[in-house]
């Protein structure tokens, strides 16, 4: 259930304001220095700031026609309007009628859930375990051995037979060992070991291949390709880049933090290689500093942009 907000709908608009500015490029020294007399003038205007920075992230993979007026709309007008209804009504509000567009069961009301940043590990009986990454959530059946992934990334270490099914299809495992991660339209599977079958739509079932990973609509399945480096990494609280863009792999380590972590585009393209601990990302941006000719520019905790050194 959501919160009231403990601020008023002038300071909503006021942190709207500030949010859309950001998001149109970086402030000058000027707006800058005017952006935070605002935040600190008022511990009402913090409490708004850092609220209107979760509303934006869970924005980000919900299918909802506010969501996507408040990521997509224009500067002034409907984008403006759209965030400041969600900054009032509260960030759960898109996430909420993104997940009544996909699935019955809300991931508010999960089984299991994991915060960002943190990870879970789930008994599961006779030696079967799930673990859920950052942000994730399921509804699970013990006795029936059936696994609802709502939201996020799990790995599935199982001996026995298991269901799990997905906004886009079902697997079912037999002494498997899986990652499935739901994305707003796919799901991304990767088989380490064992056999898993595939079933969507109404289509003949398919037996995955090991040791591949691929991913799948409700309509399609993609070609297979081999393990990438950093699947299923995080279960041991590891990010793993092999020659990835830096933008994405900001996208990737943005899912553990809370707030905005954004890529210039002159940046995006420079590629990083090594093996991150997941839970110090404020290490992993300090040491981008030292890599890679970038500078990382904080406006908050909330609010960090990585761009080009000067």
């Known amino acids: 259930m959501n919160r009231a907000p403990d601020f008023s709908s002038q300071v909503a608009e006021q942190a709207v304001h500030w949010l859309l500015e950001m998001q149109q490029g970086a402030l000058t020294p000027r707006q800058q220095q005017a952006w935070q007399q605002w935040l600190n003038a008022h511990s009402e205007h913090q409490r708004a700031w850092e609220h209107i920075q979760r509303v934006n992230q869970r924005l980000r993979g919900v299918s909802s026609p506010l969501a996507h007026a408040a990521l997509n709309g224009p500067?002034?007008?409907?984008?403006?309007?759209?965030?400041?209804?969600?900054?009032?009504?509260?960030?759960?509000?898109?996430?909420?009628?993104?997940?009544?567009?996909?699935?019955?069961?809300?991931?508010m009301l999960a089984d299991y859930r994991s915060p960002v940043g943190q990870?879970?590990?789930?008994?599961?009986?006779?030696g079967n375990q799930l673990q859920l990454n950052t942000a994730s959530a399921v509804d699970v059946n013990t006795s029936a051995r059936l696994i609802?992934?709502?939201?996020?990334?799990?790995?599935?270490?199982?001996?026995?037979?298991?269901?799990?099914?997905?906004?886009?299809?079902?697997?079912?495992?037999?002494?498997?060992?899986l990652n499935v991660r739901q994305f707003a339209d796919r799901t991304q599977v990767a088989l380490f070991?064992?056999?898993v079958e595939?079933?969507?739509n109404g289509r003949a079932p398919m037996l995955l291949p090991v040791a591949r990973e691929l991913s799948f609509t409700s309509t399609s399945v993609s070609a297979a390709k081999p393990l990438n480096a950093n699947s299923?990494?995080?279960?041991?609280?590891m990010l793993v880049a092999a020659h990835m863009r830096l933008g994405d792999f900001l996208d990737e380590?943005?899912?553990?933090?809370?707030?905005?972590?954004?890529?210039?585009?002159?940046?995006?393209?420079l590629l990083i290689s090594g093996t991150y601990p997941l839970d110090d990302s404020e290490r992993i941006l300090d040491l981008l500093e030292?890599?890679?000719?970038?500078?990382?520019?904080?406006?908050?905790?909330?609010?960090?942009t990585v761009e080009a050194r000067v």
């Open 148 to 177: 609802q992934l709502l939201e996020g990334e799990i790995l599935l270490t199982a001996g026995q037979s298991f269901e799990v099914r997905t906004a886009q299809g079902v697997l079912k495992t037999q002494g498997a060992r």
């Open 75 to 107: 500067k002034s007008g409907s984008r403006r309007q759209a965030l400041k209804l969600l900054l009032i009504l509260g960030a759960g509000s898109a996430v909420t009628w993104g997940m009544r567009e996909h699935n019955p069961l809300p991931s």
């Open 290 to 304: 030292i890599s890679l000719p970038v500078k990382v520019k904080r406006f908050t905790r909330y609010w960090v």
């Open 253 to 269: 380590l943005g899912r553990y933090r809370r707030g905005q972590l954004n890529c210039d585009k002159k940046v995006a393209d």
């Open 193 to 195: 070991d064992g056999r």
């Open 232 to 237: 299923g990494a995080w279960a041991d609280g």
């Open 198 to 200: 595939l079933s969507s």
């Open 119 to 126: 990870r879970r590990k789930i008994a599961l009986g006779s």
